[in-house]
């Protein structure tokens, strides 16, 4: 008998092949073909658990990654195009910005809380969508109640007739809303001021780490008070249907289904793990590393972790963790930590033919990002592929010559490059703008030439 997960869990990539999800993968992130491959079997792989029987489904767990390369190859962005792709909550987190349990900072479990805080705002704007025709139904209701309060009737008057004279009016004002007309009248309504009272924690850390949650034991404090305002219908109509939206989904069915969709489809992306990795001789701050290690392990094992939505099991999240292990290697970290990665791929370095690639291919290349950022200004700019060519070489020749950013150094290249353009657009007389090889050479040449502003400027 397959496995029956809630409609929270299920995605319009349930029918995607691995070779699909790595085509998918090819449209934003260049090469990398191992890392992709890797992704989109742990993907399938989590498709095929979901049409298991309960029994089997429940002992399969998720086979995490290790990604391996330097910074600004495609590591994160390939977790984050994966996590889109799949529809499945996703958070991406510094190794390094945690402390061992007993350190002031921030503990490992934070990490899961905030998966499910962010799952929790997905399906409400999922459910938001589903009831929003129902809410501006709703609303429109009460703008007329507003804009045609009842008529008393005199006593001699026909209680029928005067019904049916309301309801021709109403239905002619209804009409006049829906067509925009009374947009600019002004209403009265009851505005609900948000109040913040000011609390503050010594240690920093959030209520809820702090394990009190003022909002449940003192929910009054926080809602703030009721004032009527006046505001055009326009603007009442937004907050009227915010309100009607509100009161239209059960909330607690919300929660229900975000901490289902973490625990069966959550990724969390663990970046710099390197850096908590252990050294030989390591002293001084060095000795929370392996504690760090240590408290990490239980959540990629699977533990339960306590969350202001209910206790959320973490077996099925998929962990991704990512590092450079310039100075460090993966044998560094503790060995439980390292066989709860079993896939590991490593990300290749980015040369001048990626580059060039990077500039043009993707969706949202930069070539094409400049190109539209301009145009809001009226003009037209348009690359060479030998200029394009001249960019990707200088990009490499900087990388080679000083520390090796990968494709983030194309960002800092072309904006160097275009910089007398984004200043002196709105006042260009001449809106065709072509960069070609003369123009990138000319703006880049003498800041490539010299090592000492190269490691400043670019």
Not at 282 to 288: I, N, T
Request: glycine share 6%.
């Amino acid at each position: 008998m397959p496995i029956y997960l809630p409609e929270a869990t299920r995605t319009s990539a349930d029918t995607l092949t691995p070779r699909q999800i790595v085509a998918e993968l090819d449209k934003y992130v260049i090469g990398q073909k191992a890392a992709k491959r890797a992704v989109a079997i742990a993907l399938r792989n989590r498709m095929r658990r979901q049409k298991l029987a309960p029994e089997l489904a429940e002992e399969i767990a998720p086979k995490n990654i290790l990604m391996i390369g330097p910074t600004g190859v495609g590591k994160t962005e390939i977790a984050r195009r994966l996590a889109r792709l799949a529809q499945s909550p996703f958070i991406k987190v510094e190794a390094s910005k945690f402390t061992e349990v007993g350190y002031v900072g921030r503990d490992v479990e934070s990490m899961v809380r905030d998966l499910v805080e962010l799952a929790v705002n997905m399906v409400r704007d999922e459910r938001i969508e589903e009831v929003h025709a129902k809410a501006e139904l709703n609303t429109e209701e009460r703008l007329l109640d507003l804009l045609l309060p009842p008529r008393p009737g005199a006593p001699d008057e026909d209680p029928g007739r005067i019904r049916d004279e309301m309801h021709g009016t109403r239905q002619r004002m209804r009409e006049q809303l829906r067509d925009g007309r009374l947009d600019d009248r002004v209403v009265e309504v009851d505005v609900q001021e948000k109040s913040f009272p000011s609390i503050e924690f010594i240690t920093g850390s959030s209520m809820e780490e702090v394990g009190v949650n003022l909002r449940d034991m003192m929910p009054g404090l926080f809602q703030g008070r009721s004032k009527r305002r006046r505001v055009t219908v326009a603007e009442a109509r937004e907050r009227l249907t915010q309100e009607e939206e509100q009161k239209l989904i059960d909330m607690e069915a919300v929660a229900a289904a975000a901490v289902e969709r973490v625990e069966q489809a959550g990724i969390i992306f663990v970046d710099e793990i390197d850096k908590i990795a252990g050294r030989e001789g390591a002293q001084g701050p060095d000795v929370s590393r392996e504690g760090v290690q240590r408290d990490i392990l239980p959540i990629v094992e699977g533990t339960t972790v306590n969350t202001k939505y209910g206790m959320v099991r973490t077996d099925h999240i998929l962990f991704i963790a990512a590092g450079a292990f310039h100075v460090s290697k993966p044998s560094d970290l503790i060995p439980e930590l390292q066989g709860r990665f079993p896939i590991r791929v490593e990300l290749e370095a980015l040369g001048k033919e990626e580059f060039i690639r990077i500039l043009t291919e993707p969706r949202s290349a930069l070539v094409k990002q400049y190109m539209a950022l301009m145009e809001t200004e009226g003009i037209e700019l348009t690359f060479t592929a030998g200029a394009i060519e001249r960019i990707a070489d200088f990009a490499t020749q900087v990388n080679e010559r000083t520390e090796n950013i990968g494709a983030r150094r194309l960002h800092t290249v072309m904006e160097k490059l275009l910089d007398e353009i984004s200043f002196e657009g709105p006042d260009l007389v001449e809106k065709i703008v072509t960069i070609d090889d003369a123009y990138v050479t000319k703006m880049l040449a003498d800041i490539v030439k010299n090592e000492d502003l190269s490691r400043y400027i670019l």
